[in-house]
């Protein structure tokens, strides 16, 4: 496709120079090539215009953390104890999952993630090419890796391992650049040292950045203590784990060593805030991680235990209840809160080409239809979009320059046979 | 309008007999006089007829606590130390306010709430003609009063409470029995003890039930412990409050002992999560108060410390918030945060008629389009409504058996006119 041109929008750029901007955007092929007040220099040559003026323009929403097939679960357990809702209800029924429930269970992940805004989604599961095959079709961007989990005998995992080897060869950068792969230990807790080790060896040996579950619940940091003498993150340091890029989900229990160390060395993470209070496991301590200047983003963690993908529910959570616990109104404001969803998570997946409206970067962007009430009056629309939006306010959505939601409705997915596909699986599970 | 049928919905009902019906529901002029999975008994005779199985039916949401008319506000100031909010940002806009901008702010507020599914509000403002003005021609159902703070001159009081005497009088019944009203002093630190017990005077003579803000912050508490030795709830109990069917918005600081009482005097309260959060006033202790047997409800608060006034979000966040401070994830299980808003409204107002489908009770009630993604698997109704919907799934709204809200249409509002009439409020307010 060639140049195309957004004509009098009001773009939310997340850009420090300009943040927001009142007039137009061109895109050229996968990239941004113009954002700004003035008209395009070269305005009569685009013939393909869009007329802007009843939306809002943002960088599509990032999300770094889930398990996509598991929202063939949503609902199907709730408001239980984390041992009874695993060892009762997730594990027994993923046990069963089949190749496709994983791509039904991905496919229905994907159409809401998409309809709601999200266009780069991070994936942490198994049977991964059926993930990466509905990602490939989708249009969506998927940072994708198969989350291995270590309690089993050697030559289990021995076959784990090289199942994550050659995934994370097999796609990395497939799909025209849009899916990038990771190696991913599931959790210091799940996984043996030295199975952490081979998994930190692979990573060197395929340069690639690292992954992993961290210090979500009280319980296990006592553990990891117990069972190595070290909190988690001395332990995942000493495994060498931080020598690659990295990022972690949760880090809901840190002292203020482990954030400082994480700080150091370049450790993201990947705040999760409904999943962590729906599961009890407390609430991350985000201000002093931001203060530390450590790369924060949000992650909805699986429908299972959120129970839903829209990333504005995160944006909001993370905006409200960092204030509330800490007693400080001042934390977290507006458009931090933004950067979390956006540049926060370009950071942390080490993509910085994503994440804002720039000349130069990615053309991953979306559209709020911003005439509705809760968007009046038009006081802030950086504070609009944290505190007031809902995924369901996004009608358009591009991602690498191409439309993949236009007016609501995906264009490369069937949601019919999606969500009647989707409920098949969970039936046949449900029923055996 | 005579009688017309629902035919194969899914209702949550709310009801505890069965609290989702997959079946038939029949409405006769302004309440439900059916409801079950058998076909109506009469039902040839039904010549109305609407095919409910693409959607799911509940009972219109309860919103307890707001001042609709500050949506006018939404976005003007956030992120602020709460005094720094009030006295730099909230009060002097609010000191502008004209009868037309609480009209067009009110309407705002009635339009999002309206069409994001709640049909009943509580409203303490002041210019409480020009609410009930707009609560009349919206179709609304609304708990109306004037609150009243009595920092001022005796004569100045007195004014108020006159004025709030004869609101009350003059709307209490009116639209139909949609409005009904209540005496409200605005808070313990607003109001001095003589003030408060003029107001309880009055709403035993009037025979009204009243409202008023208690407890929101911590200095609040300190400071009526300092002025008057007594914490609010003790202090409210003195004056007379709580010997009238009563409710109050917040309550986050509560004793053991301050808890029992309310429960022994059967005061309601209102809890206002967003709001409680985004000021960094604290966690109201919800599962202590519904253990104590007190009624307790969601209140969007205003827009202007939300910032929006969707119930479902406040739905959500009641759900999760609690799990994640109290470390038990069992706690506000989905049902009960679906009761907060809904029966719990009903018993905070004082109207049993109200937030349940069943024959007999009122026919107030919404409906939600179920085919999206984020509700499926059909696993628990309940849990999707409590932790995926939003209110931009309601599609269509009835109150008192009329239709108000159709397709996501207001019927009875110019919405365009509102939008751009309450722009012109703010930038009128903003500019002078």
């Known amino acids: 496709m060639s140049k195309w041109w957004i004509e009098n929008g009001t773009f939310v750029t997340m850009d420090k120079a300009q943040p927001v901007v009142r007039g137009h955007m061109v895109v050229d092929g996968d990239r941004i090539v113009y954002i700004g007040e003035e008209r395009p220099q070269e305005a009569d040559a685009i013939s393909v215009r869009i007329d802007g003026s009843r939306r809002v323009y943002m960088p599509g929403l990032i999300n770094t953390h889930g398990h996509a097939a598991m929202s063939l679960l949503r609902g199907f357990s709730d408001d239980e104890a984390l041992q009874t809702w695993l060892q009762d209800y997730m594990w027994p029924m993923e046990a069963k999952f089949t190749d496709a429930d994983v791509k039904w269970g991905t496919s229905l992940a994907v159409l809401e993630m998409l309809k709601s805004g999200t266009t780069t989604f991070v994936d942490m599961y198994d049977r991964m090419d059926q993930v990466a095959q509905v990602v490939e079709r989708s249009g969506m961007r998927g940072v994708l890796m198969r989350g291995a989990i270590g309690l089993c005998p050697e030559e289990v995992q021995r076959e784990k391992l090289a199942e994550a080897v050659q995934f994370a060869k097999d ?6 650049g849009r899916i990038a792969t990771m190696m991913s230990p599931h959790a210091p807790y799940t996984c043996p040292p030295a199975f ?4 930190v060896q692979a990573a060197h040996d395929l340069d690639l950045p690292m992954h992993t579950h961290m210090s979500e619940t009280r319980a296990e940091v006592e553990q990891n203590l117990r069972e190595y003498g070290l909190r988690p993150v001395a332990h995942l340091d000493r495994l060498g784990l931080f020598s690659r890029p990295s990022f972690v989900a949760h880090a809901v229990h840190l002292t203020d060593e482990e954030i400082a160390l994480l700080a150091e060395r370049g450790v993201a993470v990947s705040h999760n805030p409904a999943s962590n209070l729906k599961l009890a496991s407390g609430v991350a301590r985000v201000p002093e991680l931001l203060k530390a200047g450590v790369a924060v983003s949000l992650g909805t963690d699986s429908a299972a235990s959120n129970n839903n993908l829209d990333l504005f529910d995160e944006i909001r959570l993370a905006a409200l209840v960092h204030k509330g616990v800490s007693g400080d109104p001042t934390v977290v404001p507006a458009m931090q809160a933004l950067q979390l969803a956006t540049l926060g998570g370009a950071a942390t997946i080490r993509q910085p080409e994503l994440g804002a409206l720039k000349a ?3 053309a991953d962007f979306i559209s709020l239809d911003a005439d509705q009430p809760h968007f009046y009056p038009r006081t802030d629309i950086v504070s609009h979009l944290v505190y007031s939006a809902s995924g369901r306010d996004v009608r358009d959505v ?13 264009l490369l997915l069937d949601e019919e046979k999606i969500l009647a596909e989707a409920e098949a699986c969970y039936r046949r599970l449900a029923g055996a």
Do not use: H, P, T, Y
Request: include cysteine; proline fraction near 0%.
């Open 360 to 362: 130069g970067l990615k």
């Open 196 to 199: 952490i080790e081979a998994f």
């Open 171 to 176: 796609w990395n950068g497939a799909a025209d």
């Open 398 to 410: 591009w991602v690498d320059g191409r439309q993949v939601v236009q007016g609501g409705v995906c």
